[in-house]
């Protein structure tokens, strides 16, 4: 099959041609006749299948007749990162261009400005981020009531950096009758729970089995010692043949210290993460793509939808928290049917993260040695510990699982029970004058119509100062029973009042 028989307009297949391809591939072939239909999708395809060019080829023969009025966008795309926006823009530019259409790019670090006129001049394509294009709409500056398709791309991602509200949001706005395309590389319940809100009777295409990884990358794992990462990189990178690599960071400090590691070392490296001003992170990224830089070292920012061609290797120097980033981390090399490789280093204390990428990926990372660095095993025990629940056979004593809830100092219920009532009331009475007046209180309780002590003792007590004011016939004092300083301080009055008060005589 080749694009010719898939419906496209002449003026897009030549722009396929012109872009050097030739077969569609297998989300390409299923999705573009649907979107053409105008029908809405779900497409589930793992990374560097070519989920981008399955919508924007028809959507750009869908738009080529009609006209976009101003701050009316015709159609929305929404992508949860700046640098998959921009690569979307880059392919409705390169697939476009002999179409008239007008496009915006709608993302945070860029100025409002410059969109704002974008916008005003009428916009067929808008491809934004959840968080600039709410902004432009509290604004006043767009409008989306005449949007006829919507583009959801990475659901996934969306759901992990906390954008569904801002989407559920962002859809609310949106004209009911329009068709919607619902793009995700994993399809999580919840992704499916909000395709469901979100899709009117859509057709689902799924091409390979979700979150799984590229047949063509070799995956390898080699378990290190926390402290030797660094070096165990290093040699990993030497061993190699790396011709430019992505290395991911679980956290945006350990990129730079990476970075910095790997440059104090003679590597060729640079830092991409998602706390970089956008004018930075965009020429990094340009930099990366024309090859002048050999290593990246980057957060899960570039894990998504990056295509970077000829990506040789991905190094995971953490191991992923959630399994279906792993996924998408070693997407990024062996795209397009091209040789990959992938290498993860873990410790022995991430045994469940890479328990929990093995049972999604449906298989086991091989093993593998780096020269020089002592291989170590997984530690059965890490992660687990205090929540793990165990069986009656390795069970603590009760008295123990329970010291963890009480106070310092109190006794356990099993002490207390086993202790003797016998012994309990001879320590009680030990001392027979210290306890009378508790012994008094108890039995004056027990006697009928006794009033609660506590009632009695205060009544008691303020009987009692009123009957010593009395015998005292002193004036009650309101700052209670101590006279602040200040007042018994004596007052020197000026020298004409003691004057005045010499001649009156008092």
């Not at 873990?346 to 449906?362: H, R």
Request: net charge positive.
């Amino acid at each position: 099959m080749t694009f010719s028989d898939l419906g496209l307009s002449p003026e897009v297949l030549r722009a396929v041609e012109e872009s050097g391809y030739a077969k569609p591939t297998p989300i390409q072939a299923q999705a573009i006749p649907v979107v053409l239909m105008g029908r809405d999708v779900l497409g589930c395809a793992q990374t560097g299948t070519g989920k981008t060019a399955s919508f924007t080829l028809p959507m750009i023969d869908i738009l080529a007749s009609g006209r976009a009025r101003a701050r009316m966008p015709r159609s929305l795309i929404i992508e949860p990162t700046r640098e998959l926006a921009t690569q979307v823009s880059e392919s409705f530019e390169r697939y476009g261009q002999y179409h008239k259409l007008n496009m915006a790019l709608l993302i945070g670090g860029e100025s409002f400005a410059d969109q704002e006129k974008k916008l005003d001049r009428g916009v067929d394509v808008l491809i934004a981020t959840p968080g600039r294009l709410i902004d432009l709409f509290e604004r006043g500056k767009i409008l989306l009531s005449d949007v006829k398709v919507l583009v959801i791309d990475e659901a996934d991602r969306m759901l992990d950096m906390g954008f569904i509200p801002d989407v559920e949001r962002i859809v609310s706005l949106l004209p009911k009758i329009r068709q919607t395309l619902f793009f995700s590389a994993t399809m999580p319940p919840e992704i499916r729970r909000l395709a469901d809100a979100f899709l009117m009777n859509p057709k689902e295409i799924t091409v390979a089995p979700p979150a799984s990884p590229a047949a063509t990358v070799t995956q390898g794992m080699a378990i290190v010692d926390e402290m030797e990462k660094r070096e165990a990189l290093r040699r990993l990178i030497r061993s190699e043949d790396v011709k430019n690599a992505v290395i991911f960071c679980n956290r945006k400090k350990d990129v730079d210290i990476l970075w910095k590691s790997l440059a104090k070392h003679g590597f060729d490296a640079a830092a991409l993460h998602g706390d970089m001003s956008q004018p930075k992170r965009t020429e990094t990224l340009e930099r990366f793509k024309a090859n002048e830089i050999r290593l990246l070292v980057a957060s899960d920012v570039a894990a998504r939808g990056l295509d970077i061609a000829n990506l040789s290797h991905v190094f995971n120097f953490d191991v992923p928290i959630h399994p279906e980033d792993y996924v998408h981390r070693i997407g990024r090399t062996g795209r397009a049917g091209r040789e990959g490789r992938a290498f993860t280093l873990a410790t022995p204390d991430d045994g469940k993260f890479v328990e929990a990428i093995t049972k999604l990926i449906g298989k086991d990372i091989p093993p593998i040695v780096i020269e020089g660095i002592e291989p170590l095993q997984f530690d059965p025990e890490a992660g687990r510990g205090r929540r793990r629940r165990g069986t009656r056979s390795d069970a603590k004593p009760a008295a123990e699982r329970s010291a963890r809830g009480r106070k310092r100092g109190q006794p356990a219920p099993a002490e207390r029970s086993a202790e003797p009532v016998a012994e309990a009331e001879a320590a009680n009475s030990a001392d027979p004058v210290r306890d009378q007046p508790r012994r008094e209180a108890r039995e004056r309780r027990k006697e009928p119509g006794a009033k609660p002590a506590r009632e009695a003792s205060r009544k008691q007590g303020r009987g009692q100062r009123e009957h010593e004011g009395e015998e005292r016939d002193e004036p009650v004092i309101a700052f209670g029973d101590h006279t602040p300083s200040f007042l018994l301080r004596p007052v020197r009055l000026p020298a004409a009042e003691r004057k005045s008060l010499a001649k009156t005589g008092t």
